[in-house]
């Protein structure tokens, strides 16, 4: 915003909203000066724009100053390459033919099943294994932009002794001397420092190292942890253990603080599990609902059917409120001291869970306490949930061998008994809590060593760094959130040179030549033992899984007399003026180990559509009390340490929170990720790192300019996403249709027919606006990255965007997310203005682009009303570093500055798909074609298809009652179409819960 908060001015402004009832920001509300301006400029931007205060005469002289070195760069000689054809072609490789590879990747604890494209020998693109049971064909943005880390030039690829250069020799030799000193006095003062290790075969490795050295110890380290839920489990069954949700047997969904659709083991799950019967509301007595109480707007809450924002603090009291409500009786619960609305809120929840015994899920946030993990699962037993809606298996993260905790080995090293450290992966100098102190405690240690993807905070204090391979460079094997095993195999060659944990680990037990592939192979001939090994190992290579590996679900005993030890934080009185501090994994960087990955940089936040840094996230209310706007800086001080963050007001967040995402400030990620943002980690302490109470948060009078595309590609305020709750769907089935009276007459020429006609319906029921499908995009489309100030201008290249509406109370209201690629109009605004027909209509309806017609007139863009056109002002695209080019999806161009690019519908899949029914002698399939977005989906939110076709997902959508166009009285015909978002409203509490506590 470009001045403070008015609260008042807004209120007044939502209340005058009539149609469209929809806003994207508090500018529009306001219709600032500011906004306004932004809004006249904002399409098309100038290739040189207004800021750059350059005259008409100093145009004309760079333009002509272009044209001539473009004339001498086209008249110079181009370098000499060889080129080596095969001398014996490789059977396997048939040159414009990729082959899929299945292997596994591990994030957050957990292996996730994945596809790899390869393109003659090369990693291009990653996708979702639909045989794995945490992927389900799906693939998260993490997933997905791993293999830009894959490529990353800056990635580590020399061995570092002391900051300088050494051999792997010189390496090994130190180790056996070393190691050889530890042997006679059993191990002590060695330390291994790992994160959660669920790969059977490293467990393996460290169980063998810890016989080997008895007096040794292994620590197990997350930035972002689960440990408060395995104390529960403790607790209540006496012992650690996972739950595993079936989502789609639940009726009724409660969530306290938990952001299970992208954030827990199993998320991409979840997500599809929770949308399956959410899709169409025809079938509404198989539609959930989903209550969710949060402190500020996540993806998951952001789909509530009621969505209360409440602190981080208060959950506590919720939870305790649903176990008194159902009788369980422990003398530690506190007095009740809920206000009305609260109560309101979870009565409706408690009424419908009843009523729906057995069918519902409750679920804690992984940052609540353990106190309240211990409560809900007291709560889900005698609600009669466990073997129903959830079930409980064996912890897979290897709890039967040894581990300690950070703790201990954090009095290791202050009480000088380390002697040498090992840390296999992660950052904990970085991200460890700051009253650790690992930066300074690190080079005490006589002997460490790091091993890393990046010579990052934790290498630099290290003795040693090792680079670490990539998962697409080395095999392994891990575990999926129920148990079901995956063996990961490498794509290619180490490109830099890296090492596994597998072979840190055999060199540290004695067996410096045991590779990978071997430690792994003998993990899985003792487990198949009396079994065909090669055939049990070649199907679990090819299929991503090893059948019939999932956990069963176990039997326990609850014991619900726990003690409130297990509130182990500070919770203030609700009427103080203490604000809270939350620290949450960044949805774009996560714990800061993206930091150096220019698509995850630039990617817009789901809620807050923030790029380019982080800032600190704050109600509106909060904002006008501390007279703040955008962009303001504050200092904010806990337990002594300040640090000084930007501001982002957010509407639905609870008042006296703030939330400071991890993940940057990094000092040595790399070019990209280096000195973004402010770090949150300098104010996370140890007693409990998720939250606590500021000493004091002052204004500093500073400003920063910050970067987010929520502004951007304002259509004018019209009738674009289209809600109802489920009571109005029934009355009015066709409310999404609004004035349609059928096709509308056209000056445009009818558009030739051809043998398909491509079309996409996206579902704004399960869209969960996760980001996956923009990611998925643009790895498969070669899209470039274009940096903080550009995506500052408007010029951001993402063909696909997921845009965000509010709607109802500034202090909590609904979100809808809006994918919006191009519409592919069959009567395209864009087409008949190209003077060169760069742009035109393909027989089947895409709307494609000839790149090297096009000049660069930008007059397509004028006149698209859905602003989805994106234009190449500068060489955005990396030509010249050798690891992006091998990257590149070859089938498809890469585009060069001046040139227009947009969605093509995917239209090389298109070709793969034309050119095989050809061989065959028959049509393409009607849901053959897979769109990159489709693929990524979680939620199955976009469909694609012949829409010629009656028997195509697609077609038969485009019939349903809820199926609508964008700017339909424009005449365009897009493409694509939309379904109407359907919520399934408690008769208690109405929409737009307006409590917020």
């Known amino acids: 915003m470009s001045k403070n908060l008015m609260l008042t001015e807004i209120k007044n402004a939502l209340s005058q909203l009539k149609v469209p009832r929809v806003w994207k920001n508090l500018d529009e509300l306001l219709q600032t000066k500011e906004y306004k301006k932004f809004l006249h400029e ?48 490789v059977e396997e490789i048939v040159p414009g033919r990729p082959l899929l590879f299945a292997t596994a990747m591990s994030f957050n604890g957990h292996h ?135 989502f789609d047997k639940a009726k009724i969904v409660v969530s306290l603080d938990s952001d299970f659709m992208t954030d827990t083991p199993g998320h991409l799950r979840h997500a599809r599990q929770f949308m399956q019967n959410r899709k169409d509301p025809k079938n509404h007595a198989a539609m959930n609902r989903f209550y969710a109480a949060e402190p500020s707007p996540t993806v998951t809450g952001s789909v509530a059917d009621h ?71 007291c709560v889900n037993e005698a609600l009669g949930h466990f073997g129903k809606t959830m079930d409980l298996i064996e912890a897979v993260d290897g709890t039967k061998v040894a581990r300690s905790s950070i703790e201990d080995l954090v009095h290791d090293l202050r009480t000088g008994q380390v002697q040498t450290l090992l840390t296999l992966g992660g950052n904990p100098v970085y991200d460890a809590p700051a009253d650790y102190d690992l930066a300074r405690l690190f080079p005490q240690v006589p002997q460490s060593i790091h091993l890393g993807l990046y010579a990052n905070e934790t290498s630099r204090v290290s003795r040693w760094h090792l680079p670490e391979a990539h998962f697409l460079e080395s095999f392994s094997d891990g575990l999926a959130s129920d148990g079901t095993v995956s063996i990961a195999q490498p794509l290619i060659q180490p490109l830099y040179g890296g090492r596994s944990s597998h072979e840190i680990l055999a060199l540290f037990s004695g067996e410096p030549s045991l590779s990978s592939y071997e430690a792994v192979r003998r993990t899985w001939k003792e487990k198949w033992n009396g079994l065909d090994f090669e055939f049990q190992w070649k199907k679990a290579l090819h299929d991503g899984v090893v059948t019939g590996t999932a956990s069963k679900p176990v039997d326990v005993s609850f014991n619900k007399k726990f003690s409130k030890k297990y509130l182990s934080v500070e919770i203030k009185d609700p009427a103080s003026e203490a604000i809270q501090i939350l620290h949450r994994p960044d949805p774009a960087l996560w714990d800061g180990r993206f930091a150096n990955n220019g698509w995850l940089q630039e990617l817009p936040k789901p809620i807050s559509k923030l790029t380019w840094g982080n800032a600190a996230l704050i109600s509106p209310a909060w904002a006008e009390k501390m007279d703040l706007s955008n962009g303001s800086v504050i200092e904010i001080s806990v337990k002594g340490q300040t640090l000084q963050a930007p501001v982002w007001i957010l509407p639905g967040q609870d008042e006296k929170t703030v939330v400071l995402p991890l993940g940057y400030g990094r000092k040595t990620a790399g070019s990209v990720g280096n000195n973004i943002g402010f770090n949150a980690y300098t104010l996370r302490f140890s007693k409990f790192p998720v939250w606590a109470y500021s000493d004091s948060i002052s204004k500093t009078g500073k400003k920063q300019k910050l970067a987010t595309t929520q502004n951007h590609h304002n259509m004018e305020g019209r009738d674009l996403v289209r809600s109802a709750s489920m009571e109005k769907y029934l009355e009015n089935p066709r409310f999404a249709q609004g004035e349609n009276t059928g096709p509308l007459p056209s000056l445009y020429p009818a558009v030739p027919k051809g043998d398909y006609a491509w079309g996409m319906v996206i579902n704004l029921n399960a869209c969960i606006g996760c980001n996956a499908c923009v990611i998925g995009c643009q790895s498969e489309n070669n899209i470039p990255v274009v940096g903080k100030n550009e995506v500052s201008r408007g010029r951001e290249m993402q063909w696909l965007r997921i845009d965000n509406y509010f709607e109802g109370p500034l202090e909590n209201p609904d979100i809808h997310h809006q994918p919006v690629p191009c519409m592919h109009c069959e009567n395209a605004p864009c087409e008949p203005v190209c003077p060169v027909g760069a742009t035109n209509h393909s027989p089947d309806g895409i709307n494609q682009m000839i790149y090297n017609r096009c000049i660069g007139t930008r007059y397509c863009s004028n006149n698209c009303p859905y602003k989805v056109r994106h234009f190449n002002f500068f060489e955005y695209a990396d030509r010249h570093l050798e690891p992006m080019k091998l990257m590149r999806n070859p089938d498809v161009t890469v585009r060069a500055r001046g040139v227009m690019e947009k969605c093509t519908f995917c239209v090389q899949r298109i070709n793969h798909a034309r050119i095989d029914a050809k061989e065959k002698g028959i049509r393409i399939g009607p849901n053959e074609v897979i769109t990159a977005c489709q693929a990524a989906c979680p939620t199955q939110a976009i469909v694609f298809g012949d829409i010629s076709n009656p028997e195509s997902e697609a077609a038969k959508l485009k019939e349903h009652e809820l199926n609508y166009v964008l700017l339909e009285a424009l005449g365009t015909k897009p493409r694509v179409s939309y379904h109407a978002k359907v919520k399934n409203i408690h008769p208690w509490i109405g929409e737009h819960t307006n409590a917020s506590i």
């Not at 750059?52 to 004339?71: L, T, Y």
């Not at 110079?76 to 054809?85: M, N, W, Y």
């Not at 369980?328 to 809120?345: F, G, H, M, Q, V």
């Open 112 to 246: 996730t099943g994945l596809l790899v494209t390869q393109h003659m020998g090369r990693p291009t693109r990653i996708e979702g294994n639909a045989l794995h049971p945490d992927s389900l064909g799906a693939a998260s943005i993490f997933h997905q932009a791993s293999i830009l880390d894959f490529y990353d030039p800056e990635r580590s690829k020399q061995i570092l002794f002391q900051k300088k250069p050494a051999a792997w020799e010189a390496f090994v030799d130190e180790m056996k001397r070393s190691l050889s000193a530890s042997e006679a006095d059993g191990g002590q003062g060695l330390h291994i420092l790992t994160e959660t290790v669920t790969s059977p075969t490293l467990l393996n490795q460290l169980g063998k190292f810890l016989q080997k050295y008895p007096k040794a110890k292994w620590h197990v380290f997350d930035a972002v942890s689960r440990s408060e839920a395995k104390k529960a489990q403790k607790a209540v069954f006496g012992r650690a253990l996972d739950t595993v949700y079936h």
């Open 307 to 377: 969505r209360l924002p409440v602190s981080a603090s208060r959950i506590t009291a919720f939870a305790e409120y649903l176990a008194k409500s159902l009788g369980i009786a422990n003398e530690n619960l506190s007095k009740n001291t809920l206000n009305n609305d609260e109560k309101k809120w979870l009565n409706a929840a408690l009424e419908d869970l009843r009523s729906h015994h057995g069918a519902g899920i409750v679920i804690a946030g992984t940052h609540q306490p353990a106190w309240v993990h211990a409560l809900v699962y």
């Open 42 to 89: 904002e399409y098309p931007f100038g290739a040189v724009s207004a800021e750059d205060g350059i005259s008409r005469r100093d145009f004309f002289k760079m333009i002509g100053a272009s044209v001539v070195m473009a004339s001498l760069s086209g008249c110079s000689r181009q370098p000499e390459e060889a080129i080596v054809p095969y001398v014996k072609s």
